[in-house]
């Protein structure tokens, strides 16, 4: 089976890729948070992580200048930064 769920780790800062004042169920209410995507693979047998992706919502996925300036200072590549994908377009992926 595979298994496409979110977690969230709570920030304090602006400057890590993808914090933004966001809902993550770390802590049950919207606070700064850093939020990603994962997929899994579970059997009988055991289970592992496939992959992870940040979600970059609107705050960081754009094409202005400023979002292009904040992406590049944190290696987020301009094809990921571009646009917002949802949730579930990222666990597709």
Avoid: M
């Avoid at 920030?11 to 809902?23: D, I, M, N, S, W």
């Avoid at 993550?24 to 055991?46: C, D, F, K, M, P």
């Avoid at 202005?64 to 944190?74: D, F, G, L, N, P």
Wanted: proline share 3%.
């Amino acid at each position: 089976v595979l298994i496409a769920d979110e977690t969230g780790d709570i920030k304090k800062g602006t400057k890590t890729a993808g914090v933004q004042r966001q809902y993550t169920g770390t802590a049950g209410r919207i606070e700064n948070a850093q939020v990603s995507v994962h997929l899994s693979y579970g059997s009988r047998r055991g289970r592992t992580l496939i992959d992870a992706e940040f979600y970059l919502g609107r705050n960081w996925a754009g094409t202005t200048a400023e979002h292009e300036r904040r992406c590049a200072e944190q290696g987020v590549p301009p094809e990921r930064a571009s646009a917002v994908a949802t949730k579930p377009e990222l666990a597709r992926r």
